[in-house]
């Protein structure tokens, strides 16, 4: 599939934040979840990022690119796993909750709201970011249709 | 291109016969030739470059659209100064076919 | 007489293409809820390379005015081929729309779509400029 290096780039990028999103929305969601199908509460979960050459048609251009001076690929990003947080959450007191075991602490997810949230803006302002990249690809190149008219 | 030798080609030779039967020194008259067939090739090259580009371009062998943009450019401005530099010997020639009897 | 080169015929055969192409994304975009949808992709630029590629261009001369000389330009010829796009993970609703892609290859194609017209324009305006011969 051909597209511009740049847009395909930033297309992963924007793939990338929005599966970034879904974990967090997931997160929030069960801020409060003291049970879940495995036993125990919901234990938060997190993206990890790595950077991938982006497959592009235009092996040409890689190679010029990366035998010359200050060369690099072009690297886009893709999730490489999503991992669980391992960090014990808090312990409450509350004897009255259904998940209170016989001392009646209940073991809550280890999710701060805050920074769910925190990362939440993020993840939008990523995305936002990119989709002006892709933006400037095509002004640039719809600039350049301008020469000599 | 094809196109720009038919057009022009009838009106060189028109030329070479005028000035190879009027010329009183070689020298003058061929440089003018020279020059304008200089032109000729010279524009005909970068129409031929500017049509890889394009090409290129459309098979997605290349990204480089200003690279496109410009040789068509070029392309442009140098068949239009051929085109003028041709006009003008046309011009002279009929001015001067008009100063005989 | 052929006054227009390979140039123009691969470009205007571009221009089919790229229009069609524009078809098939807005139909993956139109389709981005539906259940069960694949997302399909129209390709052409390995066959219109191969095709424009492989040939020099024999024009045979006609004698009379009205025969038909040989076909041609392969460039007019060429089809695309529908592909499905490859999909990371299929989700629930087993939908294989990446809208993200989908929005960034019908930028592309129209960025394609307006150089195509473009270049295609300058040609024709170049040859204007000859037969007017310059005045």
Redesign the interface.
């Known amino acids: 599939?051909?597209?511009?290096?740049s847009?395909?780039v930033?297309?992963t990028a924007?793939?990338a934040q929005?599966q970034r999103l879904n974990v967090i929305s997931s997160n929030l969601a069960n801020a409060q979840s003291t049970h879940t199908p495995e036993g125990g509460p919901y234990k938060r979960r997190d993206v990890v990022f790595q950077s991938t050459p982006v497959a592009s048609?235009?092996q040409?251009?890689f190679r010029q690119v990366s035998t010359g001076p200050g060369a690099h690929a072009l690297d886009g990003v893709k999730v490489l796993r999503v991992q669980e947080d391992k960090r014990p959450g808090q312990v409450i007191y509350d004897p009255r909750h259904p998940d209170a075991d016989k001392k009646g602490f209940v073991k809550m997810p280890n999710i701060n709201v805050m920074d769910e949230m925190v990362n939440m803006m993020g993840a939008s302002r990523s995305y936002e970011a990119n989709v002006q990249a892709?933006n400037a690809t095509?002004a640039m190149?719809?600039k350049?249709?301008e020469?000599?008219r | 291109m094809d196109q720009i030798k038919a057009i022009t080609m009838p009106t060189l030779s028109r030329l070479e016969n005028a000035t190879a039967s009027h010329a009183a020194g070689g020298a003058p008259s061929s440089g003018f030739m020279n020059t304008l067939q200089q032109a000729i090739g010279k524009a005909n090259d970068i129409q031929l470059e500017a049509g890889q580009a394009t090409e290129a371009l459309m098979t997605?062998?290349?990204?480089n659209?200003?690279q496109a943009?410009?040789a068509?450019?070029e392309a442009?401005v140098s068949f239009q100064l051929m085109m003028q530099i041709r006009n003008k010997l046309v011009s002279a020639y009929e001015e001067i076919q008009r100063m005989q009897i | 007489m052929m006054i227009f080169d390979r140039t123009m015929q691969l470009l205007n055969r571009t221009l089919d293409l790229r229009q069609a192409r524009q078809r098939v994304i807005a139909s993956n975009i139109a389709n981005e809820e539906t259940p069960g949808y694949r997302a399909t992709?129209l390709?052409f630029?390995d066959s219109l390379q191969a095709a424009n590629r492989g040939r020099d261009f024999v024009s045979l001369a006609v004698t009379q005015g009205q025969h038909i000389g040989p076909r041609g330009n392969p460039v007019q010829q060429v089809m695309g081929k529908l592909g499905s796009?490859p999909a990371?993970d299929i989700p629930l609703d087993a939908n294989s729309v990446?809208i993200?892609?989908e929005m960034?290859?019908m930028?592309?194609n129209a960025?394609q779509y307006?150089?195509a017209a473009?270049l295609l324009a300058?040609k024709f305006r170049g040859l204007l400029n000859a037969i007017r011969e310059g005045r």
């Open positions: 599939m051909e597209m511009t290096d847009m395909a930033s297309v924007l793939d929005r048609p235009f040409r251009t892709i095509r190149w719809n350049a249709l020469i000599g | 997605g062998q290349t990204q659209i200003h943009m410009v068509l450019q442009d | 992709e390709s630029q796009v990371g990446n993200e892609l960034a290859k930028s592309e960025m307006n150089a473009d300058r």
